[in-house]
């Protein structure tokens, strides 16, 4: 998998827009970017994926930089439920099953 | 749709002793992912199943084993337990197998080693 780089944690307060970046400068072309998260204690949830355009979906948007080379989740009104790991996977092609989650970002939301 | 469920969540045994987890798969998913996650390792990829075939595996010793059925549920086994085995494994499920799309995660089994 193209190896990916996130911060450690981060602070958002809620109601504000959380803007978690991902480096990812070896992605191939073919390579989707992924993230997940995962909530205390709960297994990961899928949120959204992207190859080259925006997306957006009822959870977050995803905004990749032309280049390809980092991307940004994100969660445009955070609430205290949406405090979490989240994880920025970019998995090869032929393996997209063997997801390699690296540390993530831990999100905290205050009120 | 039911999602995917786990069974024992919660699990104790002791050094040297054998440990069968269980998972089944949303309705209609045919891979079944198993991962292991730890605080000092994180999450890490076990296998993967599909159509009863293992077609990815990890980086695990043979004492991590698995295997699907006809209906697409999963168990894992690990024999000799050790400490270091202690773990949240989680299950994961999708359609297919080749096809770029999202895992679905069950709750997990935690696995307490003593």
């Known amino acids: 998998d193209a190896k990916t780089t996130q911060p450690p944690s981060m602070d958002c307060a809620e109601g504000r827009a959380a803007n978690l970046p991902c480096n990812h400068s070896t992605i191939s072309g073919n390579e989707y970017v992924y993230w997940y998260r995962q909530i205390h204690s709960q297994g990961p949830q899928y949120i959204i994926h992207?190859?080259?355009n925006n997306e957006t979906n009822e959870m977050a948007s995803l905004i990749i930089t032309e280049d390809r080379k980092s991307s940004t989740l994100i969660l445009p009104h955070a609430t205290l439920r949406d405090t979490a790991v989240y994880y920025c996977i970019a998995p090869f092609t032929g393996t997209a099953s063997k997801l390699t989650f690296g540390t993530g970002t831990r999100l905290q939301v205050t009120l | 749709k039911a999602g995917v469920t786990q069974t024992p969540r919660y699990l104790i045994k002791t050094r040297g002793q054998q440990v069968t987890l269980s998972c089944s798969p949303i309705s209609g998913h045919r891979s079944v992912s198993w991962y292991q996650q730890t605080p000092g390792q994180g999450l890490q990829f076990l296998f993967e199943y599909f159509s009863e075939t293992q077609r990815n595996k990890g980086n695990f010793p043979g004492r991590f084993s698995g295997r699907q059925f006809s209906n697409s549920r999963s168990e894992m086994n690990v024999s000799t337990l050790e400490l270091g085995d202690s773990a949240l494994y989680l299950c994961?499920?999708?359609?297919?197998?080749?096809?770029?799309?999202?895992?679905?995660f069950g709750p997990g089994t935690r696995l307490t080693v003593l």
């Open positions: 994961a499920s999708r359609p297919g197998w080749r096809e770029l799309v999202e895992q679905f």
């Open positions: 992207g190859l080259k």
